[in-house]
């Protein structure tokens, strides 16, 4: 027992959680196991094997062909509700469809088509690989160029940093809302209007935003979104993502995959692609029904939270973190490596030290946490709140600690893997 912070205060914690029975709409069959890495794969919601399984049983089996009237518009249901629960954004402007890198790829190209005469992809040089990838390589097919901004690995992009690179050059700026190193979280609507200042499009990626901080697309005057919806949205593995179109640029922008989904009428199966007049303009192809149906037992359980008790709930788990690490961990050579103020971090939390691979590793091996690793030596820990208790992060930062101080992470191979 610790006496700075004893256990007991951790368990009063959730006793007064308003969100703590959620804990049990997840299947948790591994109790001694603590699993902070609910940002790279949620955990699966209680109701969705029963909830596949029908559909496989009777909408496949018994259905077939016939359950299409059905399925063929649930992409944009689910999107709506999105919308509704998590995103700020209105209906007809979010569609579940494709991977986030694919989504990107999409509503990049459709913005650099848009805007001909201009020569510059902004881009946060620490974002997602996926995300400056499909940002060279566009900029490469057509003739731009990707200009990275130097940014903070701890504490994100400064805003200045990127009021200074914005000009009338400028066609596009792809930023994530929540880094997915740090747990940065930037102004949406500051760098909205900033852009719009200077008539770039921005393209948000909130893939470690949304279900964990309350995203406004809207209010915040967001152009652009996509994002995933296996880490805090609890869809499964490879999920199919989401994109985010404002109503108003719709029926001009145009995206560079041409497929039927995107086709205007798209039975009537016409010689040439004209694209539908709405959101379905940016779907291509036949969407992965099964996977797609797996997003909505999820999106339930979020709805019935609440995104504003979540984040909440999810400031005050990060608090913990922070608390402990600070107490417990930084005489063993960690320091934090988020902002340190909770407003400005997303629902992870970050921690450096110079052997942070081998700790991750022996962390879940020897001592049942997982979390994961990023390089070049971070340590991320997620509490997603929808299950996860403060007495968890309690437990897991006492473990975290006497790995840290037994060393027992030396005899650990230090060679990355497949997977870090
Ligand atoms: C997780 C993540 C992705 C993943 O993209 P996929 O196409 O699903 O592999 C993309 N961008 C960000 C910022 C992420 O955190």
Known sequence: ?????????????????PLAELRDRFVINDDDLIYLDGNSLGRLPAATPDFLARLVRDGW??????????????????????????????????????????????????????TPDRGTILVDAEEFPTDRYILQGLAEQRGRILRRLPSDLDQGLRPDT??????????????????????ALLDMAAVNAAAREVGAYVLWDLSHAVGAVPVQLTASGADLAVGCTYKYLNGGPGAPAFLYVREELQATLRQPIWGWFGQRDQFQMRSDYEPAGDLDRFLVGTPPILSVAAVEPALAVLAEAGIERIRQKGLRLGELIVELADAWLAPHGFSLASPRDPHRRGGHVSLSHPEALRISRALAAEARVVGDFRVPDRLRLCAAPLYTRFVDVWDAMDRLRDVAEQRSYLRLPATPSRLT
């Open 1 to 17: 027992m610790r006496d700075d912070f004893p256990r007991y205060l951790a368990k009063e914690l959730d006793v007064a959680d």
């Open 61 to 114: 089996g018994t259905g077939l062909v016939r359950s299409w009237p059905t399925w063929i518009d649930w992409g944009r249901r689910l999107g709506d509700q999105l919308a509704r629960h998590a995103l700020g954004a209105r209906p007809g402007e979010v569609v579940i469809s494709d991977s986030t890198s694919v989504n990107l790829y999409k509503l990049a190209g459709a913005a650099l088509d848009a």
């Open 162 to 183: 990127l009021r200074a690179a914005l000009d009338s050059d400028v066609a596009l700026v792809v930023l994530s809302a929540v880094s997915y190193r740090s747990g």
